[in-house]
């Protein structure tokens, strides 16, 4: 069955960096769009950043230039590389994919972007 697994999330200052990952079981990440989203407390869930299955990415413009999505398909893990954080950047981040009509989450990983 489709599996999920985020790590790597923390209390980070404001301007340090995370790395996130994604393992994923289940199925191949290569083959399908992978996201990450995150929601901060009293907040919607947002969508930070996609990756296609032809490697195309796409980011929120409130991220754009700060987090970069990748993908490693020996590993069939995706990651999320998130810099220049920001306090606006607290959240419990999720990888999700769409598979066959039904969306799977992970479990979420918390950022928090403190001084």
């Known amino acids: 069955q489709v599996q999920l697994v985020e790590s790597g999330g923390g209390l980070v200052q404001p301007g340090g960096s995370l790395r996130l990952s994604c393992a994923a079981s289940?199925?191949?990440?290569?083959?399908?769009?992978m996201n990450w989203y995150r929601q901060a407390p009293g907040k919607e869930r947002e969508l930070v950043a996609t990756i296609a299955p032809f490697g195309g990415t796409n980011y929120a413009d409130s991220v754009k230039g700060r987090f970069a999505i990748s993908r490693d398909n020996a590993k069939n893990t995706v990651s999320l590389q998130m810099g220049s954080l920001k306090p606006e950047d607290t959240a419990t981040y999720y990888c999700?994919?769409?598979?066959?009509?039904?969306?799977?989450w992970g479990q979420g990983t918390q950022v928090t972007v403190s001084s």
């Open positions: 289940g199925f191949t990440v290569s083959t399908y769009a």
């Open positions: 999700t994919v769409q598979r066959n009509g039904q969306r799977y």
